[in-house]
């Protein structure tokens, strides 16, 4: 017995499908810009930019569990990319000084610089790659909608 499919889960799935396009488009644009200049993944990338976010205050150091949260990684992915980011030099890690089973990541000052000359090259490949999508019909809306975003406060 065939079924006439759904409008809305149609539009849903259209929509998931142009989300994804579009976000495979982009990664792929910054990884090629990133590695190009600075032979820095895209991972490698917002690894560096979250941990360089952390702070002494409270909750201001993350666990790996939730770096690989941040970087949308399983927690042993995110293992092997930080053990080869120290072996670069861009990290270190330390065991927390409460709990001395915690150990923490921390960018070195190698991986600071190297965030601070890769951030413009990211930003401006971020750039081309959504001016690139806004000419396909089915990803203009979406990157109205990424466009309009405000950072959060």
Do not use: K
């Not at 770096?67 to 927390?96: F, H, K």
């Not at 923490?104 to 750039?127: E, I």
């Not at 909608?145 to 405000?150: N, P, Q, V």
């Amino acid at each position: 017995m065939s079924r006439t499919p759904d409008p809305a889960l149609t539009g849903l799935a259209q929509g998931w499908c142009a989300l994804s396009t579009l976000h495979s488009r982009i990664e792929a644009h910054l990884e090629r810009a990133l590695q190009a200049h600075h032979e820095l993944s895209v991972r490698e990338f917002s690894v560096l930019d979250v941990l360089s976010r952390q702070h002494d205050g409270e909750g201001g150091h993350l666990r790996m569990n939730e770096v690989a949260d941040a970087v949308v990684l399983s927690q042993s992915a995110t293992t092997r990319l930080v053990n080869r980011m120290e072996d670069r030099g861009l990290l270190t890690r330390y065991l927390c000084l409460t709990d001395r089973r915690g150990i923490y990541t921390d960018v070195t000052d190698a991986g600071r610089s190297l965030l601070d000359q890769a951030r413009p090259t990211n930003d401006a490949a971020l750039r081309e790659a959504l001016h690139e999508a806004s000419g396909r019909a089915e990803l203009a809306p979406l990157v109205a909608a990424m466009e309009g975003l405000t950072p959060a406060s």
